[in-house]
């Protein structure tokens, strides 16, 4: 199965705050990549799919890039509803495989 | 807009088979552009693709479980259902189901999920 590392594992920031998240795959996946956003007890939310395609509907201040191996989930001027757990995901190769997560707190 | 909904017990014991269902409103479930996963998530493994289901019947499981699932789909009644035998502590966790667009037609990711259920395994 192919490994998908994220990093930081948590993270502090202020409000306002540009974020940067990780995703890091065990072999090339292309674009194949997505992100969701979960926030405590409610199922996880698609943000971005194919490294760089925003979800209609989701704020513009969230962007991710990458390809290949290496990937980002970029988060300008954080809101406090941005607080949540992040997850990338790939779907190059079955079984599709997530991220540990990304745990965003407030400072 | 389609919305998804699980079901089914939240206590199951040992060895015996954990059953749910998830059911589809909202739209259909016979779609050539979706694939129907369930999907479960515990402290211990994170995010967990259990398998998933094409209206036809087609289905494809993750090896990680061992070959202890069995998905299937009610096209009548809209929904889909998960099976897991031989369940030990192991497979406690929150069980979601979701769409996800088959790559090419519509988004390849899981677009829409369901509320999740608990499930633990306990005597």
């Known amino acids: 199965d192919i490994q998908m590392t994220q990093s930081p594992s948590s993270l502090s920031a202020s409000i306002g705050d540009r974020v940067t998240i990780t995703c890091q795959a065990s072999q090339d996946i292309n674009t194949y990549l997505n992100w969701y956003q979960q926030k405590s007890g409610k199922a996880p939310k698609l943000l971005v799919y194919g490294a760089s395609n925003l979800k209609t509907g989701v704020p513009s201040r969230f962007s991710g890039s990458g390809a290949g191996t290496h990937f980002t989930l970029t988060i300008n001027s954080l809101q406090p509803e941005d607080i949540a757990t992040y997850y990338c995901?790939?779907?190059?190769?079955?079984?599709?495989?997530f991220g540990q997560g990304t745990r965003l707190e407030i400072k | 807009q389609v919305q998804l909904q699980e079901s089914g017990p939240g206590l199951v014991k040992p060895s015996q088979t954990l059953s749910l269902t998830c059911t589809v409103s909202g739209g259909s479930i016979n779609s050539d552009d979706y694939y129907w996963n369930w999907i479960r998530q515990s402290p211990g493994k994170g995010l967990e693709w259990i398998g998933y289901i094409f209206y036809t019947g087609s289905s494809y499981d993750n090896s990680s479980l061992k070959s202890r699932v069995t998905i299937s789909v009610d096209t009548s009644k809209n929904q889909f259902s998960l099976k897991v035998n031989s369940v030990t502590a192991a497979d406690t966790a929150v069980y979601y189901c979701?769409?996800?667009?088959?790559?090419?037609?519509?988004?390849?990711?899981?677009?829409?999920w369901g509320p999740g259920t608990v499930v633990t395994v306990s005597s």
């Open positions: 979701a769409r996800s667009g088959i790559a090419g037609t519509t988004t390849p990711a899981f677009d829409i």
């Open positions: 995901q790939q779907y190059d190769t079955l079984p599709p495989t």
